[in-house]
């Protein structure tokens, strides 16, 4: 079985929608709609999708899980978590190590997942437990759903300033 993890915040979100959606679908869709205009960020905002955008375009948009208990590239770790569980061979989930060795001919989408690998290892995560889909995953396939909270503190993640 493999993991996604998501905000606890968003559950209901996911679950109104039907489906996990590709990274960054939400922010797509709040600025396609045209809901940041007027909004205090707007323009932080419009310039946080380009970026993502940018991102997307030279290493891939995925639906990321991973075989781990935990995942600490996803976002902020003390905000409560929810654990989607699912079968890989169910969801059409490729490794992470698999998509990679495709990309190794492309030397700037190699170097821009390999750089998503190196940020992940930084972290206390192991992209080799790494799995993704190439689009959005039904609900209907979780065999799953569990609040989990926040993650535990990562023991072998460096110190930041203020601690």
């Known amino acids: 079985m493999i993991f996604h993890y998501s905000h606890a915040p968003i ?17 797509e869709y709040f600025i396609d709609a045209g809901l940041h205009l007027g909004q ?8 946080q999708w380009r970026s993502c955008k940018k991102e997307y ?4 948009r995925y639906v990321w899980f991973t075989e781990q208990p935990f995942s600490y590239a996803i976002g902020s770790p003390d905000v409560p978590k929810t654990r989607y569980i699912y079968d890989p061979s169910e969801i059409r989930a490729f490794t992470w190590s698999s998509i ?4 190794v001919s ?8 390999k750089a998503v690998s190196e940020y992940g290892m930084s972290l206390g995560d192991d992209p080799f437990k790494w799995w993704v889909t190439f689009e959005e995953v039904p609900l209907k396939k979780c065999k799953e759903v569990e609040e989990i909270g926040p993650f535990p503190a990562n023991p072998s993640a460096p110190l930041s300033h203020s601690e």
Do not use: Q, V
């Open 40 to 47: 205090p960020r707007s323009s932080e905002l419009s310039y």
């Open 11 to 27: 559950r209901k979100e996911i679950e109104s929608s039907g489906f996990i959606g590709l990274e960054g679908c939400r922010l």
């Open 100 to 103: 990679m060795e495709m990309a």
């Open 106 to 113: 492309d030397k700037k989408r190699f170097s821009a997942m």
């Open 57 to 60: 375009k030279a290493r891939g």
